[in-house]
């Protein structure tokens, strides 16, 4: 299949989720070209050393076996109060559609990237077909907003399919947004040999002491992550165990909950390492992850976690539960319910081995590509086949 992948690229979970699929059918044998404002955050160097930004103006031929990257030509003009960078998006994605005989559009997150595809499709006259797939946020939260909201279940019902990461994101769709629509779920999924258990103690030494519990919590520091209970439930561990925590993202909660640390006089034992590409480098000598948002429609960064053995103290927030078998390979419990979280994080230090294995075997048997692949090429086939 020749597929056209519309993404946003910054280090959230839906770019993420779009590279490494695209990645994975490229090594399947499939043609895909990624468009996006910049090359999304885990297209980076590590996995594709050679990697150039080809220009549409001088024209290439992409390579077997690479994922072709174009970026967003956008423009700006002194009546428009900012840049259309949806419009520009049809523009770029009409012009691939075209020079590589795109069979497929794959737009991840709800708005803008599906009614942008919808457009595409139209101007090249039904030609390719469009599969949306849902992520969260662009459902529950702007997608919802009254601006938003109309847009937004269009581009769903008139999407060729549709997927969700989650049955609780598939159901919240058609019952809280009214969309009248099939929607298949595929699971976000984890490389479960690059995210693995990292054994070497003197490895672990760069980032906490021998008698020191390792503790993470990764997000982009949005409301909806919640990162100050984070710091609540760390102050609390720290009454029954020495430990150390490492906050791995950005976004706009990350000073408030600098200074909630502060105020809890626990700074000290707390690190804001900003965004981190590798992530497995450090979550493969995690303990325990703190999760605990007020939405969450899957939770990439606890499957992650999961995959390197490390515990999730999570709420049981949307698809969380999905993910987090509660009691077996970790605890997810009602959002803001701090108490009931750092009793879990400490009865989980009492059983990390058994917990610890658990989790991992657990995102090897449930999470792995080769389980969550086929969903969404049964899904291609079946549109493509409509
Ligand atoms: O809010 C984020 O975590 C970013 C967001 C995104 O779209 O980039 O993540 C969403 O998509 C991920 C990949 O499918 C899911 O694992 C996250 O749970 C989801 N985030 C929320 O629902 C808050």
């Not at 946020?137 to 907003?145: R, S």
């Not at 693995?196 to 993470?216: C, G, N």
Request: aromatic share 6%; hydrophobic share 45%; proline share 5%.
């Amino acid at each position: 299949m020749n597929i056209a992948v519309l993404c946003h690229p910054s280090a959230g979970g839906s770019g993420v989720v779009a590279t490494e699929l695209a990645l994975a059918l490229v090594n399947q044998g499939h043609r895909v070209h990624m468009i996006a404002t910049q090359v999304p955050f885990r297209l980076n160097a590590m996995r594709l050393p050679d990697l150039e930004l080809p220009s549409l103006e001088n024209g290439f031929a992409p390579l077997d076996g690479e994922v072709m990257f174009h970026e967003i030509q956008n423009a700006n003009y002194p009546l428009f109060d900012q840049p259309l960078t949806s419009l520009a998006a049809v523009n770029t994605l009409v012009s691939v559609i075209e020079e590589h005989n795109i069979d497929l559009v794959h737009a991840h997150y709800a708005i803008p990237h599906a009614t942008s595809a919808l457009l595409a499709r139209d101007m090249v006259g039904g030609k390719v077909k469009v599969v949306t797939t849902l992520h969260g946020t662009d459902v529950t939260l702007v997608g919802l907003e009254p601006s938003f909201m109309r847009t937004t279940r269009y581009a769903i019902e008139a999407s060729d399919a549709v997927t969700a990461v989650s049955h609780y994101l598939a159901d919240h769709t058609n019952t809280v947004m009214g969309a009248q629509k099939h929607i298949d779920v595929a699971y976000n999924w984890v490389d479960t040999e690059r995210f693995q258990p990292i054994t070497d103690a003197s490895y672990r030494k760069r980032f906490a002491r021998d008698d020191e519990v390792l503790i993470v919590h990764a997000s982009n520091f949005r409301e909806v992550k919640r990162p100050k209970d984070v710091i609540k439930v760390f102050a609390n561990i720290l009454k029954h165990q020495k430990a150390r925590l490492l906050m791995i993202g950005d976004g706009p909660e990350r000073l408030p909950t600098l200074e909630l640390a502060k105020e809890l006089g626990i700074a000290k034992k707390v690190h804001f390492i900003g965004t981190f590409p590798n992530v497995e480098m450090i979550f493969g000598v995690a303990d325990l992850m703190l999760l605990p948002s007020s939405k969450e429609s899957f939770g990439l960064v606890a499957l992650e976690a999961m995959a390197c053995g490390a515990v999730v103290i999570s709420s049981n927030a949307g698809g969380l539960p999905e993910v987090v078998e509660h009691g077996v390979t970790g605890f997810a419990l009602p959002v803001g319910d701090v108490e009931g979280m750092s009793q879990a994080a400490i009865t989980a230090l009492e059983n990390l081995p058994t917990m610890r294995k658990a989790a991992r075997e657990r995102a090897v048997r449930e999470f792995h590509p080769d389980v969550i692949l086929p969903k969404y090429i049964e899904v291609y086939e079946r549109t493509l086949q409509k």
